[in-house]
């Protein structure tokens, strides 16, 4: 199983928005509605912030929004905020219980 | 709340073996799975395996196959994860996760270092 795609790295400055896409394939992006995103601060344990593709936990923040279209998932985040630097990942369910992760994000905020 | 706790930091040497345990409390264990994962130093997550803890099946990430178990252990609502055959390619954090395609609440990390 292939990792999904994601840029390596992404910046913007407080109160911006910034995208970080997921391209996968019609095997696990692009076939099933099951993507989900990981918030991870160094050393860290990863923390969930969407689920099948664009639900929020409730104690997520509503500046994180999730969607798809076709093979690509995205994750905006609105409103941009010192503490969201960090690194995040995209994972796609890929089918008979397997799931593939992207190669991970690292969102500087200038 | 849920929690899932793992088990302590391990030191193997090449061609060992290493078992690695995630207590789970505040849920009914058995209706949701388990999910492992591991992190390599500086690296992404590698989605290592996933088990049922309702009936034990399992499925594991296709280059772990032959070296890799998952078990479960229900009347003590833990998982478990043994890998055979260590590598230094092996030295990572090692989680635990609940869920099967969303992994809401995760373990800690064990840290395995292979090392001879």
């Known amino acids: 199983q292939s990792a999904l795609t994601q840029p390596r790295s992404v910046s913007g400055s407080p109160g911006q928005s910034v995208t970080i896409s997921c391209t996968g394939t019609g095997s696990d992006v692009g076939d099933f509605k099951y993507v989900s995103w990981y918030q991870q601060y160094p050393g860290k344990t990863p923390k969930l912030l969407i689920l099948?593709?664009?639900k929020r936990p409730s104690e997520i923040p509503d500046r994180f929004s999730g969607s798809k279209s076709g093979n690509t998932a995205s994750l905006t985040i609105s409103g941009l905020q010192a503490e969201d630097e960090a690194d995040y990942y995209c994972?796609?369910?890929?089918?008979?219980?397997?799931?593939?992760f992207g190669g991970g994000t690292k969102l500087t905020v200038l | 709340q849920v929690q899932l706790v793992q088990s302590g930091s391990e030191m193997k040497r090449p061609g060992a073996s290493v078992k690695v345990s995630c207590k789970t409390s505040?849920?009914?264990?058995?209706?949701?799975?388990i999910t492992w994962l591991r992190q390599a130093r500086g690296q992404g997550l590698e989605w290592m395996g996933w088990i049922s803890a309702y009936n034990g099946h399992t499925n594991y990430a296709q280059q772990l196959q032959g070296r890799v178990t998952m078990t479960t252990d229900k009347s003590t609502t833990t998982a478990y994860m043994e890998l055979r055959s260590l590598t230094s390619d092996d030295t990572a954090v090692y989680y635990c996760?609940?869920?099967?395609?969303?992994?809401?609440?995760w373990g800690q990390g064990t840290l395995v270092t292979v090392s001879s």
């Open positions: 505040g849920y009914t264990f058995t209706t949701h799975g």
């Open positions: 099948d593709v664009s």
């Open positions: 994972c796609s369910y890929a089918g008979s219980y397997t799931l593939v």
């Open positions: 996760a609940r869920g099967d395609t969303a992994l809401g609440e």
